[in-house]
Nanobody, 125 residues
Framework: QVQLVESGGGSVQAGGSLRLSCAASGYTSSSRCMAWFRQAPGKEREGVAAIDSFGRLSYADSVQGRFTVSKDSAKNTLHLQMNSLKPEDSAMYYC???????????????????WGQGTQVTVSS
């Protein structure tokens, strides 16, 4: 049974940083795509960052240059380093895992088979 457990969310002032982690069990992250999504109240869930089995990275335009996604395959853990946070980054952040080793559209949620419960990120101005 695949389980994804996020941690690292919290409240921070604009300009601050947070590091999210996603611990995966029952799943081999080294050969699969993983990603971070987020959903703010009243908005649709959107892809934030993804990494495939070849280490190729994808970012939403809104976070490019501020967020960094990485994967520790030895620990089966996905990370999201978030710097220069803005109030509009406030959302529930979800970890997602796929059966696929790569995707044509890595930030499309339709490609992901497993989801975590989410961790809340709140950025105040």
């Amino acid at each position: 049974q695949v389980q994804l457990v996020e941690s690292g969310g919290g409240s921070v002032q604009a300009g601050g940083s947070l590091r999210l982690s996603c611990a995966a069990s029952g799943y081999t992250s080294s050969s699969r795509c993983m990603a971070w999504f987020r959903q703010a109240p009243g908005k649709e869930r959107e892809g934030v960052a993804a990494i495939d089995s070849f280490g190729r990275l994808s970012y939403a335009d809104s976070v490019q240059g501020r967020f960094t996604v990485s994967k520790d395959s030895a620990k089966n853990t996905l990370h999201l380093q978030m710097n220069s946070l803005k109030p509009e980054d406030s959302a529930m952040y979800y970890c997602a895992a796929s059966h696929a080793s790569f995707m044509l559209v890595p930030l499309s949620e339709s490609g992901y088979n497993y989801w975590g419960q989410g961790t809340q990120v709140t950025v105040s101005s």
